[in-house]
C-alpha cells in the first residue's frame, strides 16, 4: 500500500520536526480508551500487515511529484530516501486485552514514528475490531461450522480480505473470499446462489445440473419453497446424487430448520448437514443453538461489526527524548511514558486482573508486550495463520465466565500503577506553562 | 483489484454454469431492498470504480495455479482468456435514489455476469453507503466547510480512499487522505496532531514552530487548557506570526468555541477561523450550527455509517435468455425484468414520484437509468469528481423539504408499475413447479 495513505498532517508536522531538528527517539503508544457496549474484552489482530507495511514503506517517484507541488525541497529528499528503521513491541495476535493497554509501541525518531500513524491505526484498528466481533459467536456456538460470508457488503476490498483473515484468526471456520484463502492460506467455502436456481427453468434441474459438478456439494432451498426444495433433494439422492449438505437462508430459521431436518432424515439423508445464513450474527446464532444446525455463514454484521463499527483508538506520543508526554484534552487524557502490561491469572489459570505499568517495573505476572521488530526488521518469520488460530483458542480457555458472555456486560480489572500516577504528575507539572 | 476477490461459489456456479452450456444473456441488476433507518433517500456513488473493474479484469497465473488446484481445467482455460465484454447500465454518481431502484445493470453472458457479482457489490455498496451518510451532513450545514477526517478508523485501505471520494462527491469540501488527493484530485486539508504539541517542551514553541513552517496554518487547542491556548494564538499573532485558523477537538465544542472566538475577537484576529472536530457526526453538527464554528472535521460516524454501516443491497438475477427470473424467498422476494425507473418532477423541479417499471415501458418522467458501457468498452471518459459533485448538488435541489430532514423520517413515494406486477405473476406461475 501506498505510503501516501496518511493523513496530510502527518507531512505537515513532519516539515516542522525536520525545520526544528526535532529528530530524537519518540516513543508512541497503540491502545483503545474504552470498550465499546457489549464487548467484554478485545482481539488483538493485524499485527502482520502493520510489520509488513513497515519494512516495504517507501515512496514512489509519482508520490513525490505529487507532495512536491506542496512541500518544500527537503521534506521531499528526506522521503525520497525514507526507510523506517525503528523499534516495535506489540502484543501477538490472537492476546485477549482491555482498555488502555498498549498492544503496539513504535520506538523511533519522531519524524518516523509521526508519518507510520495513519496506517498503523487504519491496520491494527480494523482487525482488531473484526476479531473481536467474530470472537463473540466463536465463543457461543464453538463446536458449529462458523464462515465468513461478508465480502459484499465490506468496506472495500481489503475490508474484505481482512475480515477473513481477522474472523479466522479468531476462530471461524473459513471464508467464501477466494483470495482470501489464497493470500492467507484460510479454508474457503462455497454454496451456490438463488440466480443459479432461478437461471434454470426448474429447481430439480439446477439442482442436479449442481450436483453433477460438485459431488457431495451445498444446495440452496429458499429460492421458491424451502421444504418443497428439501423434497427435491431427497428425490435428488434416490437418484444417486451425493448431496453434502443444505442451505437455508430465509425466513424463520429455527423453523425451517427443523422440517427440513424431518424431511431429509425421513429420506434416509442423516449426514446431509444443514447450514444456515441471512442476516445473520452472534445474538441470532445464539438463538438458533438448539435448533439442528451444524453451521452458520455469518456476513455483514460480521464484516461491518455492525452493532459498533468502530473502537475509540489511538496512536499517542508517550514520550519524546527520554521526556514522558501526555495530552490533557477533556475525556481523552492519556497515561504518559512506555508501558508494559502484566497479566495476572489465577490457580485454574483464568484471567485475574491486568496491571499497567511502565516497561522499567518489575511486577509479577506475565508480560504481554515484547519486541517484533527490530532497525525496521522483523524478528521473527511471519507466523502461520493457524498457528495464529490456536494461540486466540488458547486465550479463550483463560477467560472467566462472566467475560465469555455476550448478553452481559462485566468488566475485567485493569490497574493503572502508581508509578504511571506519579510519572503522569510529574508529567503534567512541567507541561503547564503560563503565558510567557 | 485482484479477479479473486470474489465469492467462492462464483467460481463454483460458472463451472457448473460451463458445463451445461448456459452462457445465454443473463441480466441482473443492483438495487437496495429498503431504506435503512434515518436514511430519507440514497445517492448513487461507485459507478467509476465498477467500470475500472470491469475494464480491467483478469486473472493472473498465480491465480490461476492457486483455483486450478480447486477446479477442472476447463475452469482454468475460460479464466485464462477472461474478458468482460457486456453492456452496462447505470444512474449517473450522485443521482437520489430510493428503494428497489436499480442503479446498476449487467447485461452479459451468465457466467460472466455471475462472476462480477461479488466486487459489484463491494464497491458500490460501500461508496453509496458513505455518499448517503455524507450527503446528511451537507444538508446540515451547506454553508460550512466539511473534511473527511476518517481514514484511521475506516474498514481499512480501500475504505479510506473510497470515503474520501464519496463524501467530496456528496459535497464535502476534501479530505485528510493524501493518496485520495492524489489519486481522485479531491482538495486535500490538514492541521497539527496533538503529538506535535507534546513533543515540545513549551505549548508555545510548538505553535510558533508550526507557523513558522505553515503561515497561515491551522493550530491544535485542545492539548492541555483550550482557552490558554487561544491567549498563545493571540501573542503569536502579536509576534507576527500569521494564523489562518484553530482547531478544536474534545470537550463541549459549544462552550469553547464561544470562548475561543470572544479571545480571538478581542485579539483583533477576527478573521481567524474555527475549526471542530472528535466525534462528530451529522447530528452533532446541526446542534452546533448555531456556534461560530466555520468548519467541521467528520471522521469515524461518516467512514463507517457509524448508525447504519450496512446497506440491504442486492445483485440480482432478473432475466435469464429473455425468460423473467425472481426469487420467493420469505422476506427477500424480487421483482423480475429488465427495469426503468421513471422519474417525475412537480412545476418547481422537487422530487414527486418515482415509478419503476420495465425498460421497454414508455411512462412520462425522467428515465434515470442509461447505458454507460457497450461490450466491455466505456461509453464515456472518466467524469472529474468536481463535475460529479456538481451533479450531486443539482439532485440535492430538487429534494422536497420532507426528504431533507435529518431527524425525521419520510417516504418518498416509489411505485411498481403494473406491468411489473403482470410479469411478477407469469414468472411465478412458470417457476412453481411439482416434485416430477
Given amino acids: ?15 516542522s520536526y525536520l ?18 457496549p457489549n464487548r467484554n474484552f478485545l482481539v488483538a489482530a493485524g499485527l502482520e500487515e502493520v510489520l509488513d507495511f513497515l519494512e516495504n514503506m517507501t515512496f514512489l517517484e509519482e508520490e513525490l511529484d505529487y507532495l512536491s507541488g506542496i512541500f518544500p525541497a527537503f521534506v521531499i529528499d528526506y522521503l525520497q530516501g525514507f526507510r523506517f528503521d525503528g523499534e516495535v513491541h506489540a502484543m501477538a495476535e490472537g492476546t485477549i486485552f482491555f482498555q488502555n493497554e498498549p498492544i503496539l509501541r513504535i520506538t523511533a525518531p519522531l519524524p518516523q514514528a509521526q508519518l507510520v500513524e495513519s496506517r498503523i491505526m487504519n491496520l491494527l484498528h480494523f482487525e482488531t475490531l473484526i476479531a473481536s466481533k467474530a470472537a463473540r459467536s466463536v465463543l457461543t456456538a464453538p463446536d458449529r461450522r462458523l464462515v465468513d460470508f461478508g465480502l459484499r457488503r465490506a468496506h472495500g476490498a ?30 474457503i467455502f462455497g454454496t451456490m446462489a438463488h440466480s443459479f436456481v432461478e437461471a434454470h427453468e426448474d429447481e430439480m434441474d439446477a439442482f442436479r445440473n449442481f450436483a453433477r459438478s460438485h459431488p457431495g456439494s451445498t444446495l440452496l432451498l429458499d429460492t421458491f419453497d424451502t421444504e418443497l426444495a428439501a423434497e427435491k433433494v431427497v428425490a435428488l439422492a434416490r437418484e444417486g ?37 441471512g442476516n445473520l450474527d452472534e445474538y441470532a446464532v445464539n438463538r438458533l443453538l438448539d435448533c439442528p444446525i451444524d453451521g452458520f455463514g455469518i456476513g ?15 496512536y499517542k506520543l508517550q514520550e519524546y527524548d527520554g521526556r514522558p508526554c501526555r495530552k490533557r484534552s477533556e475525556g481523552k487524557a492519556t497515561w504518559p511514558g512506555t508501558k508494559q502490561v502484566f497479566r495476572l491469572r489465577d490457580s485454574r489459570g483464568k484471567l485475574e486482573k491486568d496491571v499497567i505499568s511502565l516497561e522499567c517495573d518489575d511486577l509479577e505476572g ?6 517484533v521488530m527490530h532497525e525496521g526488521k522483523r524478528l521473527h518469520p511471519r507466523t502461520p495463520i493457524a498457528r495464529l488460530r490456536e494461540r486466540t483458542m488458547q486465550n479463550y480457555a483463560s477467560l472467566p465466565e462472566s467475560l465469555r458472555k ?31
Fill in 1 to 15: 500500500m501506498s505510503a501516501l495513505l496518511a493523513d496530510l498532517y502527518e507531512f505537515t508536522m513532519l516539515q
Fill in 366 to 371: 506475565e508480560r504481554l508486550v515484547g519486541p
Fill in 19 to 36: 525545520e526544528q531538528n526535532m529528530t530524537k527517539t519518540a516513543v508512541f503508544e497503540f491502545f483503545v480508551r474504552k470498550l465499546p
Fill in 241 to 277: 446424487w451425493k448431496i453434502g449438505g443444505v442451505r437455508l437462508d430465509s425466513g424463520d430459521l429455527a423453523m425451517h430448520a427443523g422440517k427440513v431436518r424431518s424431511i431429509l432424515d425421513a429420506g434416509g439423508l442423516r449426514d446431509t448437514v444443514i447450514f444456515a445464513s
Fill in 406 to 436: 455476550i448478553d452481559a456486560e462485566n468488566a475485567h480489572p485493569v490497574e493503572i500503577s502508581q508509578l504511571i500516577h506519579d510519572l503522569s504528575k510529574r508529567a503534567d507539572r512541567r507541561e503547564i506553562h503560563p503565558l510567557s
Fill in 300 to 314: 455483514t454484521a460480521l464484516v461491518t461489526s455492525e452493532d459498533h463499527p468502530m473502537l475509540d483508538c489511538a
Fill in 158 to 187: 481489503e475490508a474484505g480480505l481482512l475480515a477473513a483473515r481477522a474472523s479466522y484468526l479468531a476462530g471461524f471456520s473459513g471464508t467464501a473470499t477466494v483470495l482470501a484463502g489464497m493470500k492467507f492460506g484460510i479454508p
